[in-house]
Structure formats: structure tokens, C-alpha cells
């Protein structure tokens, strides 16, 4: 199994991102699936989920109302929008299963929130 994620970047306080995940090695449509952030110093923590068949979604409370997970079961793909985006949302976002199996993690997409 292989995560692979992308569509981090350096962007300013207010402005948008999407992230991608593609996953390989699996049929990815029978997992729940999540995105995590990692920031510096700090414990990886999730930032959103949802279900296989999208049947549910669920945020913590530091990104409800600013962020959207979805999952396309045909390209095998997953994706975040972050609308909104905070200093505070600045980390290396990665995809897992949810919860996260022990297959390795993917290297992760770098967001940095800066103005």
C-alpha cells in the first residue's frame, strides 16, 4: 500500500488549497479515510475523515466549517479543501486509512500558512 499526497504550498492567511492523496495497492473504496497533520514539535493529529461510500464526515473542532474531505472510489483518489486557511494550519498533511493502519505513511504535502 502507497499514499502519496500533494497540492501543499506556501500560501497567505485567507487564501484556499486542495490537497490530493492517490492510493496504490489496495481497493481504496472499502476504507474509511482520513488526512492528518503533523506541525513541528508537534503530535501528528487528525483533520478530517470520512467514511467508505462518503456515508459520513467528521472535523475537529480547529478546521469545522473550513475544510472539506471527499474521496473519488473510481480514480482512487482523496481529497481536502481548506478554505480559510490559518498560521496555525501550517504542517506536513498526510493520508491514511482511518484509522491509520500499520502500512507506511506517504512523505506528506507541506502546507505553510504565511503572510
Known amino acids: 500500500v502507497q499514499f502519496v499526497e500533494s497540492g501543499g504550498g506556501l500560501v497567505r492567511p485567507g487564501e484556499s488549497l486542495r490537497l490530493s492523496c492517490s492510493l496504490s495497492?489496495?481497493?481504496?473504496?472499502?476504507?474509511?479515510m482520513g488526512w492528518y497533520r503533523q506541525a513541528p514539535g508537534k503530535q501528528r493529529e487528525l483533520v478530517a475523515s470520512?467514511?467508505?461510500?462518503?456515508?459520513?464526515?467528521n472535523f475537529p473542532a480547529s478546521v469545522k466549517g473550513r475544510c472539506t474531505i471527499s474521496r473519488d472510489d473510481v480514480k482512487d483518489m482523496l481529497y481536502l479543501q481548506m478554505n480559510s486557511l490559518k498560521a496555525e494550519d501550517t504542517a506536513v498533511y498526510f493520508c491514511?486509512?482511518?484509522?491509520?493502519?500499520?502500512?507506511?505513511w506517504g512523505q506528506g504535502t507541506q502546507v505553510t500558512v504565511s503572510s
Open positions: 470520512i467514511t467508505h461510500g462518503s456515508t459520513s464526515t
Open positions: 491514511q486509512f482511518h484509522p491509520p493502519s500499520g502500512d507506511p
Open positions: 495497492g489496495t481497493k481504496f473504496r472499502f476504507f474509511d
